[in-house]
C-alpha cells in the first residue's frame, strides 16, 4: 500500500483540518458529558458490540493476570462473570473500582499494577460492556452447608488454629475473612488441596514489584537455636520470621549459622482422606458467606 | 591510602576551583568528560555508556563507613527512574511526570523546580516516567510524556524553547534521557505498545529547529520497508526509549529500538520488522544509517533491544579492538565490532528457553515453539527481559561489564486485534508464570571477552536499579527491598548498605563538590546522596 493513504493530516487542507479538529472536540465534549450523566449509573456503551470486543482485549492486557482469562478469575482475582459482584453493584461503581482500585485489596489503581498501559475512560467503559457480556447468573443453590462449614472450620479442621475469620483464628497463615469474596471457589478449593501450587501472597509494599509470599523458613541462629515459620519479609540482609507459636523474629542473616527457605507451604496439605469434598464444600460455603459480607 | 585520598581530594578542590561554578557546558567538556570527574555530564556518565566514575576517595578500604549525607523528596508516586547529572556542584534530576529540579549537590537544597503541564489523556506505556535531562551550553534538556522536547535555562529552570515532536494522542511520548553532543540534541521516541511508528530526532540545541529525523521503520521505496508485510509498518513500533552512546572518532551515534508492534502478535507482519530490535549507528550529523545489527528478528515477545550499548576498547595479543556490547533484553551479551556492526559474540547471561540455535552469522533465532498462543505458554525470559532499561556499567579497570539481570518466564498469549489510534496495541498479553516462580534477580559481572559470567550476586527479588562502578575498586546498585548496596568490584561481596525505604527503579551515579565525593541514586520517591563523614 502507498503511505498516501495514511497519516492523512499531512495532506489535509488547513481550513478542513480545522474544522475536523472542531468537530472532533465538539464530539469530545458531548462524549465527557455523556459519561458524566451516565456515570450515576449505566455505562454510555453498554451492549455495543464493538465495545465489547474491544473490551475483551483491553481485559487480556489489564485484567486477566488476576481475573484469569475470560474473567472467570485466576487465582489472584475474584471471577468476574459472576452477576452478584462484592465491591460494585452499578457500571458506575465498577468503573470507580477500575480507575481508583480497592483500598486494602489486590486490587489496583488503573494504569498502577504494572501489566498493561493503564486505560483511558472510554477504555475502562469497554472493559465494563465486556464484564458484563460475560456475565451468568450465579446457581440458585450455593454449594455446601456453611453452617457445618464453620463448625469445621474452627473445629475438626483444624483451620483456625493458623486462620483468622472476623478476628477468631490463629495468626500464623493468611487472615481469611475476605477470601470468599475475593478468590474463585476452584481457586479457594485448589490452595486447600494444593497449597503450595500457589503460595499466599504476605504484605504487598507500596513500591516493590513482587509481593511478599508465604515461604517457610528454618534459620538456626549464633547460638543454635532452631526457629521455623513464614517469611513476614525479607531483604539480602536480615528477614523478618513468624514463628509457629506466632513469636516475631527480627533476623540480621549475617549473624544466623544457617537459613533455609522452603517453597513447600507451612500449610498442611488437606487430601480427600483428611477433608472430604463434601466437608471441604462446606467450608468454602463457609468462607464465601462470610466474604460476601 | 589516607595520603592518597588528600591528594585526591587537593587535585579535585583545584579542579573545582580552575572551572567557575556554573560555566557553559561545551561540547568539548562532554567529549573530555574523563579530565572532570568531579561531574556526571551525562546518562551513563560518558559518551561510551560505560556509567563508570573515575572517583576513588570512597573505596574498599572505607566503603564499609559510608553514611547518608542528604535526601531530597521529590513528592512524586510511582517509580522515580532518573539518572541525576552534577556539573560544578549543581545536580539536575527529574521526577514523575515531567519535572526537573536542580539541587545544591552538597546538601539536596532545591534551586530551581520546572513542572511540564501535562494534558490529562497522555498515553504512558509504563508508568508516568521519566530517566533525566541533558545538558549542553547553558541549558538543560527534557523530553516530556506529551512528546514534547523542552529546553530549560540551566540556572533558572525557565523555558528557553519548547518544540512539539509528535502526536501524544496516537502513543508517542519521551521518558528518556535525552543525549546532547556537538550542538545537538538527540532523543528517541516511546510508544511501541501504542504502535508508533518510531523515530530518532536531533534538535538544534540552541533553538531547538529540528536538524533530522530517523524513522525506526523504514517507508515505501527505502531499504528495510520489505521486511514488513503489507501496511503492517504503518504502526510498527520500533520505540527508541533509552538513551544511546556515542563514537567521536567515527562521529555515529549508537541507539537501541524496542519492539515491534504488535508485541504479542507476529501475525500480521511477517518479516524481519526492521529496525525493530535493533542497534543503529547513525551519522551524528546527518541521521543517516552507516550501519545496523538486530538482535531479536520478527519478536514475538516484547524484548526491546532498549539496553544501553557500551563503548569498549581492547588492546589484546590480537591487536586493537573497537567494540560495543550489549547485555540485551532477550537474554543474550552481545559483542559487535562497532566499525563493521559485524557479530562477534553472543552468549546467554540468564535463563533463556526461546533460542537452541544460531544463524550464519552467529546470532540466536528463534524455536519455532516460542510463538505466543491463544491460550498462552511458557517462555524465557518474560517480557520483562533478562535486563530492561536498568542501566550497566562497564570498568575499564576490572574489564567486567555489570549487569542486573532477572531469570523468570512469562506466559505468553496472543489474539487477533486491530489497531485503533491511541489505544494500546499488544496483540494480547503476558503474565509471570507461576509454576516457575520464585523469579531470581542478580547482579552479573560479565567477561566480554568471553562472554562469561564471572561473578553473581543474589539479591532477593529481582530489582529494576542500574549499575554504577568506581575507580574505587566497587560497584553499586539498589534493590527491590530497598537497600543501597556497594560490593567489591572483584567478586561481588557486600561491603556496606543502606535501607532507604522505597524500592529502586534507578542507576546510581558519582560527583565529587568541594572535594568530598558522593554516590547519588533515587529509591521509592527521593533522591538520596551517600558519602564519607
Known sequence: MSSTTHRAEGTMRMSERSRRHMLAALALCFAVTTWVHAGDDRNPLAGDPKAVKAGEYEFRINCALCHGLGARGGGRGPDLTRAQKKHTHSDSEMFQVISNGIAGTAMPANGTNGQGVGMTDEEIWQIIAYIRSQEVK?????????????????????????????????????????????????????????????????????????????????????????????????????????????????????????????????????????????????IVAYLISVGAK | MRGRDLLLAISLAAVAFATPAHSQVTFDRLLNSSKEPQNWMTYSGDYLGRRFSALDQVS????????????????????????????????????????????????????????????????????????????????????????????????????????????????????????????????????GEYGVRGFIDAYDAATGKR?????????????????????????????????????????????????????????????DNLYSNTLLALNADTGKLNWYFQFTKHDEHDWDATQVPVIIDTNGDSGAKHLIAQADRNGFFYVLDRTSGKLISANPYGKTTWSDAKDGEGRPIANQSASPTLEGHTVCPGAAGTTNFMAPAYDPQTGLFYVTARDQCDIFST?????????????????????????????????????????KFEHTSPTWS????????????????????????????????????????????????????????????????????
Open chain 2, 466 to 533: 542500574g549499575v554504577l562502578s568506581t575507580a574505587g575498586g566497587l560497584v553499586f546498585t539498589g534493590d527491590a527491598e530497598g537497600n543501597f548496596i556497594a560490593m567489591d568490584a572483584a567478586a561481588g561481596k557486600p561491603q556496606w548498605h543502606f535501607q532507604m525505604g522505597g524500592a529502586v527503579y534507578a542507576p546510581p551515579m558519582a560527583f565529587a563538590v568541594d572535594g568530598r565525593e558522593y554516590i547519588a541514586i533515587a529509591a521509592g520517591s527521593a533522591i538520596y546522596a551517600f558519602g564519607l563523614p
Open chain 1, 138 to 282: 450465579a446457581p440458585s443453590q450455593p454449594l455446601g452447608n456453611a453452617t457445618h462449614g464453620k463448625d469445621l472450620f474452627y473445629g475438626d479442621a483444624n483451620c483456625s488454629l493458623c486462620h483468622m475469620v472476623a478476628g477468631k483464628g490463629g495468626r500464623f497463615g493468611p487472615e481469611l475473612t475476605g477470601v470468599g469474596g475475593s478468590r474463585t471457589r476452584e481457586a479457594i478449593i485448589d490452595s486447600v488441596r494444593n497449597p503450595s501450587r500457589r503460595l499466599a501472597w504476605g504484605l504487598n509494599e507500596a513500591t516493590k514489584e513482587f509481593p511478599q509470599e508465604y515461604e517457610s523458613v528454618t534459620v538456626v541462629t549464633a547460638d543454635g537455636k532452631e526457629i521455623k515459620g513464614v517469611t513476614l519479609n525479607e531483604d539480602s540482609f536480615t528477614v523478618q520470621i513468624m514463628d509457629t507459636n506466632e513469636q516475631i523474629h527480627l533476623l540480621e542473616k549475617d549473624k544466623l549459622r544457617s537459613f533455609q527457605k522452603s517453597r513447600e507451604s507451612a500449610m498442611p496439605k488437606y487430601n480427600a482422606d483428611t477433608l472430604s469434598d463434601k466437608e471441604l464444600d462446606d
Open chain 2, 211 to 271: 536538524r533530522w529525523r530517523f524513522y525506526t521503520v523504514p517507508g515505501p521505496g527505502e531499504p528495510g520497508h520489505e521486511t514488513w508485510e503489507g501496511d503492517s509498518w504503518q504502526v510498527g513500533g520500533a520505540p527508541a526509549w533509552n538513551t544511546g552512546t556515542y563514537d567521536a572518532a567515527t562521529n555515529q551515534i549508537f541507539w537501541p529500538t524496542g519492539n515491534p508492534a504488535p508485541s504479542n502478535r507476529g501475525e500480521g507482519r511477517s518479516g
Open chain 2, 60 to 191: 574498599t578500604a572505607n566503603a564499609s563507613a559510608l553514611t547518608a549525607k542528604w535526601v531530597y523528596q521529590t513528592a512524586a508516586t510511582g517509580k522515580l527512574e532518573t539518572s541525576p547529572l552534577v556539573v560544578d556542584g549543581i545536580l539536575y534530576a527529574t521526577a514523575q511526570d515531567d519535572r526537573a529540579f536542580a539541587l545544591d549537590a552538597r546538601t539536596g537544597r532545591p534551586i530551581w523546580m520546572y513542572q511540564h503541564a501535562l494534558p490529562g489523556d497522555i498515553r504512558p506505556c509504563c508508568g508516568r516516567v521519566n530517566r533525566g535531562l541533558a545538558i549542553l551550553g547553558d541549558k538543560v534538556f527534557l523530553g516530556t510524556l506529551d512528546a514534547h522536547v523542552i529546553a530549560l535555562d540551566a540556572k533558572t529552570g525557565n523555558v528557553a524553547w519548547d518544540v512539539v515532536a509528535a502526536d501524544y494522542r496516537t502513543g508517542n511520548s519521551f521518558t528518556v534521557a535525552p543525549l546532547a553532543l556537538k550542538d545537538l540534541v538527540v532523543i528517541g521516541v516511546s510508544g
Open chain 2, 415 to 455: 489474539a487477533p486485534q486491530p489497531y485503533e489510534a491511541g489505544h494500546a496495541y499488544y496483540g494480547s498479553a503476558y503474565f509471570p508464570s507461576e509454576e516457575a516462580k520464585p523469579y531470581r534477580g542478580f547482579l552479573k559481572a560479565i567477561d566480554p571477552a568471553t562472554g562469561q559470567v564471572k561473578w
